[in-house]
Structure formats: structure tokens, C-alpha cells
């Protein structure tokens, strides 16, 4: 059976810079780009490079998954606060106006729909934001197990682009150095002191070092770097040189 892919390399590789994630249903319907990228980047342990995802069976992702390929699981989970229910002491509706005034005032939520996604993968280990451990179940035997799991949408990667994972310091001098894992990396952050800087005048401010996580992804447009944590944590990836540039600027410890 021919099993056409939902998304192109290069809406993949385009989409994997502009950090949005992108699903597609079996039914040709996909998830809303929003509330998906939303859900994704609330992974806070993990920045998953892989932006375009299609519906697959539980069978298939437990196979998937089984061979090493990465499998994304989605959930919606409705909530509501009954009208009238107790809520922990504040300033009463009036009061607040009295307060803030009525240009302020926001419509209280009584309802909403959480968006719940886990992520998969034997080499990179298992990763989910808040909502899906607030209401899922976190343990991939348990997901696999034949469980119904009918309010459970499973994914798998249209494009995988390959890609290494670096845990740094940029020191207060600017060199950067590089480590194993993020523990060793918050451990070199705490070794290093901030430096005063000098501007060219009397005033002088303290530069201090920065930790910066990052993926390197090798797309066919180039090599990218995409940080998770950093200075450039909340822009889009971004291209970077060669090996031999990475060799200059980089001290292995």
C-alpha cells in the first residue's frame, strides 16, 4: 500500500526554522498550527526538531516506535468550572472594578480545552508538557498495551532531518564551551564568574555567562542551529557555518 506524505521536504524544512508544528489527519483535516505549537513548545525539557507530522494507527506507532522512528501522541481534554463553585478568596467582581475599572475586566473562563502531546522516541527518550501528565498516562507499556485509547490521536514524522544536540556556555569573554549533557553544562555555567565591561566610559556593567542548548539540523538548504535555550532561544533557526568554523569557535572540554 502507497502511503502518501502528508507534507512536502520543503514545507518541512521551512516550517522546522519558523518553529511551527504542523499535523494532518487521516480524513485530510489538520490540527490547528496554533494550539499545536503551542503545546509543543510547553515542552520544557526538549525542543523537538521535527515539524510535520500524519496520522497513523496504534499499530503502526507501536511499530514505529519499536524501530527507532519518533511517534507524537495528541489528546484534547475538555474542562469546565461549574457556575457558582467555590473559588479561593480575592477581590469580589465589584471590587475589581472599583479597582481596575471596566476597561480591564475580562470575561471569567469557565470552560476550555487543554492540548495534550507526548512525545516518543528510544534514542532521544520521552517527552510531554503539563497537560498530557495532568491527564494522560506517561508510561509508553501502558500505551501500548491495548489500552482504548480512543481520545488519542498518534503521529509519525513526515521528514526527519538529521540533527545533533549541544549544551553550552558562552563565557563573559565570549568563548564558548561545550559539554556532554545539560547537567555538565549547568555545572561549567556555575564555575564561571561575570566579568565587569568596559563601554568607554566611567560607567561600567557586569557581563555575565550564558548557558545555550541548541540543535544543529542538517536540512537541504544547509546546516541550521536551532537554540531551546539561549540568547537566540525565541528567534527562528538559523543558518551557521561549516565544521571548520564550529572547530574555531568551539572548546571542547
Known amino acids: 500500500m502507497t502511503i502518501t506524505i502528508a507534507y512536502s521536504e520543503n514545507q518541512s524544512e521551512t516550517w ?25 513548545k510547553q515542552i520544557t525539557s ?35 468550572h461549574p457556575r457558582g463553585a467555590s473559588e479561593p478568596w480575592g477581590a469580589s467582581r465589584n471590587m475589581r472594578t472599583i479597582i481596575f475599572g471596566d476597561a480591564v475586566l475580562q470575561p471569567e473562563s469557565v470552560s476550555g480545552t487543554d492540548y495534550a502531546v507526548r512525545y516518543l522516541d528510544v534514542h532521544r527518550g520521552n517527552f510531554s508538557n503539563a497537560s498530557w501528565r495532568a491527564w494522560f498516562a506517561s508510561d509508553s507499556a501502558t500505551i501500548f498495551d491495548g489500552s482504548n485509547l480512543s481520545t488519542i490521536t498518534f503521529f509519525s514524522p513526515c521528514f526527519q532531518f538529521p540533527y545533533t544536540t549541544h549544551y553550552t556556555v558562552i ?37 555575565f555567562p550564558q548557558l545555550c542548548y ?36 568551539i572548546i571542547l572540554l
Not at 508544528?21 to 505549537?37: F, I, K, M, Q, W
Not at 564551551?177 to 565591561?197: T, V
Open 171 to 207: 563565557a563573559a569573554d565570549g568563548q564558548i564551551h561545550e559539554y556532554a549533557d545539560r547537567a555538565e553544562a549547568r555545572q561549567g555555567f556555575e564555575a564561571f564568574l561575570p566579568q565587569e565591561g568596559d563601554h568607554g566610559n566611567s560607567a561600567q556593567t557586569a557581563v
Open 16 to 40: 522546522l526554522l519558523e518553529r511551527t508544528y504542523h499535523a494532518r489527519l487521516r480524513n485530510g483535516e489538520e490540527l490547528s498550527v496554533p494550539d499545536l505549537t503551542r503545546a509543543m
Open 46 to 80: 526538549f525542543y523537538i526538531p521535527l515539524s510535520t507530522w500524519q496520522e497513523i494507527s496504534q499499530a503502526e506507532a507501536h511499530a514505529a516506535y519499536q524501530h527507532g522512528i519518533p511517534v507524537l501522541l495528541y489528546g484534547e481534554s475538555l474542562w469546565e
Open 214 to 249: 541548541y540543535h544543529e539540523v542538517t536540512c537541504p538548504g544547509g546546516v541550521y542551529r536551532i537554540e531551546f535555550f539561549g540568547p537566540r532561544m525565541d528567534e527562528p533557526g538559523y543558518q551557521v557555518g561549516g565544521a571548520a568554523e564550529k572547530e574555531r569557535e
